[in-house]
């Protein structure tokens, strides 16, 4: 890790709608994609920082990738616990991180998971699938349905077995 640091001091990340951001290698880090990337730019010949295009990924989420990676620059993220113990995202996560997530709509969220995915940031997946999966316990079908602009594709002949079925 050393000598990540000596050789190199920052990566430009490169976002889907090519906006730059410059990310230190300390940061940068943190995320399994982008240590290799630093690991691959390290040469005696390579005397400038590496450049990596994320096609996927938006400037807007990427800025939150990026503010994410800074904070746990010099720490390790808390371990979110599986499953959830409430819905309550405040009982369990750090306050720094409830307040992280919990400002992101959850459009973005799905977009910072996949980035946190496409990246392998573990912690901030977490985070994100966390959001999620409280939004979502405890809902009906047809909340979820309304929620993501979903239509039934189930027959009239599965939606009356569904309906005995709960009836049960």
């Known amino acids: 890790m050393k000598q990540l640091k000596e050789k190199m001091d920052s990566i430009t990340l490169i976002s889907e709608d090519n906006h730059k951001i410059e990310l230190d290698s300390k940061s940068a880090q943190k995320s399994k994609v982008l240590k290799q990337k630093l690991l691959e730019s390290i040469s005696p010949k390579t005397k400038k920082s590496p450049v990596v295009q994320l096609k996927d990924i938006k400037y807007d989420i990427l800025k939150k990738v990026v503010e994410y990676l800074n904070y746990y620059k010099n720490k390790i993220p808390k371990v979110i616990p599986k499953p959830a113990p409430t819905e309550n995202l405040s009982a369990f996560l750090d306050d720094w991180d409830y307040e992280y997530i919990t400002k992101i709509d959850l459009d973005s969220t799905f977009d910072l998971m996949n980035a946190a995915s496409d990246l ?12 999620i999966a409280s939004i979502l316990k405890n809902r009906g079908i047809e909340d979820i349905r309304t929620m993501f602009d979903g239509e039934c594709d189930l027959s009239e002949k ?3 077995e569904y309906a005995e079925l709960q009836n049960l």
């Open 120 to 131: 392998q940031i573990q912690s901030l997946l977490d985070l994100a699938s966390i959001k």
């Open 158 to 160: 599965e939606l009356k």
